[in-house]
């Protein structure tokens, strides 16, 4: 389990990044912002997020130009370029070209491509330790002390999703439907968060649709295009509990599972004041990703406000 001290300097070095993104950026600066020397900081930025800063800081410039470029009537790519800090047209197409496959201009005619899978970490910090939003830290249960447990609040919020017809799993979701609905999701610029995998409780699901499904979540008063053959459904505030496994390497994909979820039905939540909740929202899933853990959420409530 990582470092309270370590995964908060992360994430104000990722904040800042965020915050100064079509600005020039050092090293020195994310090492001040993190609290710790050059070498450290970006020692442990790599350790967390699986790039060094440099290499993070370009793909979230050339994913910020893609959606600008996707969004922009008739986008000028170098003024595109300037705005993300590439010197020069051609080095901005050649980065580009790189990171996605596709020239950005090709890109810009064609509004977009589904294809390509655009860098966008920053959600990744809601499951992190919060400094706002309402998150709480929980002390860990002693049976599974490698696993990172705290809760959060999700506000009111919509969201776009694809049903199945039977599937219970992501495995037997991709056979249903097939495996392009993330890449679609990914698209999505309105998102509060990176897509999910869920599991609907009763109340939100429709006759003869799945149990498990894919989707996004936007703000509540979201009303832009709903991907062909997606819908969008409202999701009521709830306190969701975040488990967070340990990193792993992808030959213990499956153990990484399966070793949360033995910890997530053994925990007792009544020990820190809640109590499971899960006709209040879906239970998720996050993309497994070895270098930040697999990570699991379930809807909870406080005891004292126990109806």
Same mark, same amino acid.
């Given at each position: 389990?990582? @470092? ?9 070095? %990722? ?20 609290? &710790? ?18 290499? &993070? ?6 994913? %910020? ?6 969004? @922009? ?13 590439? !010197? ?13 496959? $596709? @020239? ?7 509004? !977009? ?33 490698? $696993?990172?447990? %705290? ?21 037997? &979701?991709?056979?249903?439907? #097939?495996?392009?609905?993330w890449e679609v999701l990914t698209g999505i610029k309105e998102a509060l968060y990176e897509p999910i995998g869920m599991w609907l409780p009763e109340k939100f699901r429709r006759p003869g ?10 703000? $509540? ?5 709903? /991907?062909? #053959? ?6 009521? /505030? ?6 967070? !496994? ?6 213990? =994909? ?11 039905? @053994? &925990?007792? /939540?009544?020990?820190?004041?809640? =109590?499971?909740?899960?006709?209040? #929202? ?10 930040? #853990? ?14």
């Amino acid at each position: 389990m990582e @470092s309270r001290d370590k995964v908060l300097a992360v994430q104000r070095m %990722q904040d800042f990044i965020e915050e100064h993104i079509n600005e020039p950026i050092t090293l020195k600066m994310l090492a001040e912002v993190a609290r &710790y020397s050059p070498w450290h900081a970006g020692r442990i930025f790599k350790e967390l997020t699986g790039k060094t800063p440099f290499a &993070y800081i370009r793909a979230r410039r050339l994913t %910020q130009a893609a959606l600008q470029l996707q969004a @922009s009537e008739k986008p000028k790519i170098i003024d595109v370029a300037f705005d993300f800090v590439f !010197g020069s047209h051609e080095g901005f197409t050649r980065a580009f070209s790189r990171e996605f496959g $596709v @020239s950005p201009r090709r890109f810009a005619r064609e509004k !977009g491509n589904p294809g390509i899978k655009l860098f966008m970490p920053d959600r990744f910090r809601d499951y992190y330790l919060k400094l706002q939003g309402g998150a709480e830290e929980m002390p860990n249960n002693a049976n599974i002390n490698t $696993v990172f447990v %705290q809760v959060v609040d999700r506000p009111a919020r919509k969201v776009i999703l694809k049903r199945g017809v039977k599937a219970t799993h992501y495995f037997e &979701y991709c056979e249903e439907v #097939g495996c392009e609905v993330w890449e679609v999701l990914t698209g999505i610029k309105e998102a509060l968060y990176e897509p999910i995998g869920m599991w609907l409780p009763e109340k939100f699901r429709r006759p003869g649709t799945s149990e498990y499904v894919q989707g996004v979540e936007v703000p $509540v008063d979201y009303n832009g295009d709903i /991907p062909a #053959g997606f819908e969008i459904m409202e999701l009521p /505030p709830c306190k969701m509990m975040v488990f967070q !496994g340990p990193p792993y390497t992808d030959e213990d =994909y499956e153990k990484a599972i399966d070793d949360l979820r033995a910890a997530m039905k @053994s &925990y007792n /939540p009544e020990l820190y004041g809640f =109590y499971w909740a899960d006709e209040d #929202g879906p239970r998720f899933q996050m993309a497994p990703m070895g270098y930040r #853990g697999y990570i699991e959420a379930r809807p909870v409530r406080q005891l004292n406000i126990k109806e």
